[in-house]
């Protein structure tokens, strides 16, 4: 169950590659003993609910250097009371566990009615949870942006959508993406609605992206993953010049942090393999075909650096981070968490951790969840891809969503008082053309984000040279076109 708060990823019940949502507790109420707290029972998971014409309407796109930008908009986070709170306050769950935002925030959120439990405002931060008590936090939320070149739709039959996926688009919404990715875009701008994600890319990488318009589909296919008889050839840009024979890696892969999206080459990893050729070399890094017979995270980027070729432009494998070498051979003579906060730090100093997905707040927060057990990332059990399991670094529900523990007057009467005016806290959507300036109705009195100015990533940051070019079944073969990074001729 994800978790409750505005932090990050505060716990939305964020509808997977299925498009479930929860539902909220039925309000019916039965009669109540004297000073008695009424607790509704939980509802049951609604099949076959998709995302449809209210979820897109939560805001709109605008588009600007080269970037594809989300307004920002309220959005309600929304859980039911998990067992190890049951018999705690609210005041101490959010002390606790919810710590990217003071606890004046949560006061001043109460007051401004964002906290409901079971569907009534929250008067009193000290009531004791309850089992099955369902909490709804409202909060104004903000989304990376990502880049503005549009997606291509390949092939579209009875059965099937297949796009070729820009670099820097999380498949299905997680963490601080919602409207920001592939799932989303298919749905406002081609009318593509309840779709079956049957495999995934990584959010940096581009290419060939399979969906299933029928569930029976989607099990024919996953069927055929299972069973390893899904071909799937991707094609990247290394550093230096690749060996001209065929290269195959079975160096097992371990997860480094969840949280981060980083792994590595361990004895302890899970076994792996993967198949190299070498299909140019233009005097100062090659272009190189990669064939994956498993399908472990980042298992292409991992099994490059290892050989000492790196992807070009790879923000995390390729990073000074890992030592003089680069973690060629596995070498890096760092711990887990020196190698981890090394690698923050370059990203800090070059003001792009958002590349990395993540941001400063995100990495105060809890110890992360390395079972991915309460990820709404992870409970597709569709096929692994090569590059990630998930369509972002599968990560603890409390560290998805992006939020700011800078100071800021949460208690002002001013603020509250402009907060009381706004009426319409379920949309955010302004209709005042398309450019880039936020609007006074876009600003929040209680975000801490609408503060906060920050750099945008240029669109060349969200590009890194991993391609998946084929994905070819028993009865399907699909390709894209070579990127322009692949040709031989190319220079950076």
């Avoid at 296919?221 to 890696?249: A, N, T």
């Avoid at 390395?370 to 409390?398: H, L, R, V, Y």
């Avoid at 998805?400 to 402009?418: I, V």
């Avoid at 880039?436 to 240029?458: A, F, H, N, Q």
Wanted: net charge negative; aromatic share 6%.
């Amino acid at each position: 169950m994800a978790e409750p708060g505005p932090g990050p990823a505060g716990g939305e019940e964020e509808p997977g590659p299925g498009g479930k949502e929860e539902a909220a507790p039925a309000p019916k109420k039965r009669r109540l003993a004297a000073g008695e707290r009424y607790v509704p029972p939980p509802r049951k998971l609604s099949t076959g609910v998709s995302f449809g014409a209210a979820h897109f309407a939560e805001t709109s796109y605008y588009f600007e250097g080269g970037l594809r930008k989300v307004r920002p908009y309220y959005f309600d986070f929304r859980t039911y009371c998990k067992g190890r709170w049951v018999g705690r306050s609210l005041l101490h769950v959010f002390s606790t566990e919810f710590r990217a935002q003071p606890l004046a925030y949560y006061r001043a959120a109460a007051r401004a009615g964002r906290l409901r439990l079971n569907e009534e405002p929250v008067r009193d931060l000290d009531v004791v949870l309850k089992n099955n008590d369902f909490l709804r936090n409202t909060v104004h939320r903000h989304e990376p942006p990502v880049t503005a070149q549009p997606i291509q739709i390949l092939v579209e039959d009875n059965e099937m959508v297949v796009v070729d996926k820009p670099s820097s688009l999380p498949v299905h919404p997680c963490g601080r993406f919602r409207h920001n990715t592939v799932i989303f875009i298919l749905g406002k701008e081609h009318d593509l609605k309840e779709l079956h994600t049957i495999h995934r890319l990584d959010r940096m990488t581009s290419g060939v992206l399979m969906f299933a318009k029928t569930a029976e589909v989607s099990k024919r296919i996953d069927e055929q993953v299972r069973e390893r008889q899904l071909e799937k050839e991707y094609v990247c840009r290394v550093v230096g010049e690749f060996p001209e024979h065929e290269v195959v890696c079975e160096e097992p892969i371990l997860v480094v942090s969840y949280k981060v999206g980083v792994c590595r080459v361990d004895p302890k990893g899970k076994p792996c393999k993967t198949i190299f050729q070498r299909l140019s070399y233009n005097g100062k890094t090659s272009v190189v075909k990669c064939l994956p017979r498993t399908g472990r995270t980042h298992q292409i980027r991992v099994h490059l650096q290892y050989l000492g070729h790196p992807i070009v432009n790879d923000p995390i494998y390729n990073m000074e981070a890992w030592g003089p070498d680069r973690g060629k051979g596995g070498k890096i003579d760092k711990t887990d968490e020196e190698l981890l906060k090394a690698l923050v730090e370059e990203h800090r100093s070059k003001q792009s951790l958002d590349i990395l997905g993540i941001l400063e707040e995100d990495l105060n927060s809890s110890a992360e969840n390395k079972d991915c057990g309460n990820s709404s990332d992870c409970t597709k059990s569709a096929q692994a891809d090569p590059i990630n399991e998930n369509s972002c670094p599968a990560k603890d529900t409390k560290d998805l969503e992006r939020n700011d523990t800078a100071a800021c007057p949460l208690n002002s009467d001013t603020n509250l008082e402009t907060l009381e005016k706004n009426k319409e806290l379920g949309s955010c959507e302004i209709q005042d053309g398309q450019t880039g300036e936020k609007s006074s109705e876009e600003k929040d009195p209680l975000c801490v984000e609408c503060k906060i100015t920050r750099r945008d990533p240029s669109p060349k940051e969200l590009v890194m040279y991993l391609h998946a070019l084929r994905y070819k079944g028993a009865e399907f073969e699909y390709c894209s076109k070579m990127p322009e990074w692949a040709m031989e001729d190319w220079e950076e």
